[in-house]
């Protein structure tokens, strides 16, 4: 994505694609106290940023979220959740503790609800910045903070996984519970013809490149906010009226190909916008993860995958492995797909 690439046709430079995502809830441990990390500052954020490794490069809001396209990736700011979704060499897990001193000095909120730590694991783990080289550093240092919390594997460590860091404690304070899920895919081996749309010799805009690629329909009525970077290399944000939002992440080059999806759109079956994706990046290898409480619209999504044929209408896709969690406030399926060859 951003940073990436001085010459992207000749004299390649990696870019690990893979994002950390970061996903916090605050709460109030106070009867009727509430907050909203609206609140704090702008500079305050960019300061945050810095430490992390990166900057805010375009800005788009609604009433209930605040959508930042970042020099790598996306962060996410509404009443009470902080999404923070970073690639490259990024160091989100630095930026942990001075981000809850703020949300203590500017928000009305006063205790963590919940926190989600994920990724997929990196192609070039050795360029990593300490603690995010291995997993179990970034635990150790989860764990330093949370000490309530539990790291789950997923996948095969050998071949592709997928890691979860997560509070075991049931601490949901509002009565009732929000709706609430959220799907990811992520995507390698992609259509280098696809990938191509992506590079400034091919779209002259990040426009172009949206509309081109077929991004624009994914998911009707969302406001984009979306960016090309130069040589090459791809990210956009989508909010909704009703507060939603979807987030893609692109690394084009054809050595290291990475795409990323994310939303929060609320379906009784994600099949659709499951396979929309799939149609627009075609990618070799993909996992999906689906998130969703008992509250959510998406709550038996997660049934869908019980079925080996899910999402193989055309006969296209090897289910090669499959897990389902079930925690105190939300159910989770991880399944990873590979490309069938004729």
Aim: with cysteine.
């Amino acid at each position: 994505m951003a940073d990436t690439k001085d010459n992207c046709a000749d004299s390649v430079q990696f870019f690990e694609g893979v994002e950390k995502l970061l996903e916090i809830w605050f709460t109030s441990s106070k009867d009727g106290q509430r907050g909203d990390l609206r609140q704090i500052p702008r500079q305050k954020w960019e300061s945050l940023l810095k430490i992390v490794r990166c900057e805010i490069i375009s800005f788009c809001r609604n009433e209930q979220v605040d959508a930042y396209v970042l020099s790598e990736s996306s962060m996410f700011v509404s009443q009470r959740r902080f999404i923070l979704k970073t690639c490259g060499t990024t160091t989100p897990l630095q930026c942990l503790e001075p981000l809850l001193k703020l949300v203590e000095e500017y928000t009305g909120w006063d205790d963590v609800e919940n926190v989600f730590y994920s990724r997929k694991n990196y192609k070039r783990p050795e360029l990593q910045i300490s603690p995010h080289q291995t997993f179990e550093e970034e635990v150790a240092l989860l764990h330093s903070l949370f000490p309530d919390g539990e790291a789950y594997c997923l996948g095969s460590p050998e071949t592709d996984c997928w890691y979860l860091y997560t509070l075991s404690r049931d601490k949901t304070l509002q009565d009732p519970p929000e709706p609430d899920q959220t799907l990811e895919i992520l995507m390698t081996h992609l259509d280098p013809e696809i990938m191509s749309i992506f590079t400034k010799d091919v779209c002259s805009s990040a426009d172009e490149a949206t509309v081109k690629s077929g991004i624009d329909k994914l998911i009707p009525d969302m406001i984009i906010d979306d960016f090309l970077f130069e040589p090459c290399g791809y990210s956009m944000n989508g909010v909704s009226k009703n507060g939603k939002y979807m987030t893609i992440h692109i690394t084009p080059e054809p050595e290291f190909s990475y795409v990323s999806f994310e939303s929060n759109v609320s379906e009784t079956s994600y099949d659709e916008i499951i396979l929309r994706v799939l149609n627009t990046f075609k990618p070799g290898k993909f996992l999906v993860t689906i998130f969703a409480n008992k509250e959510s619209a998406a709550a038996n999504c997660p049934r869908d995958f019980e079925n080996s044929d899910y999402l193989n209408r055309s006969g296209d896709w090897l289910r090669t492995n499959v897990q389902y969690y079930h925690f105190k406030s939300y159910d989770l399926t991880c399944a990873f797909y590979s490309r069938l060859h004729s």
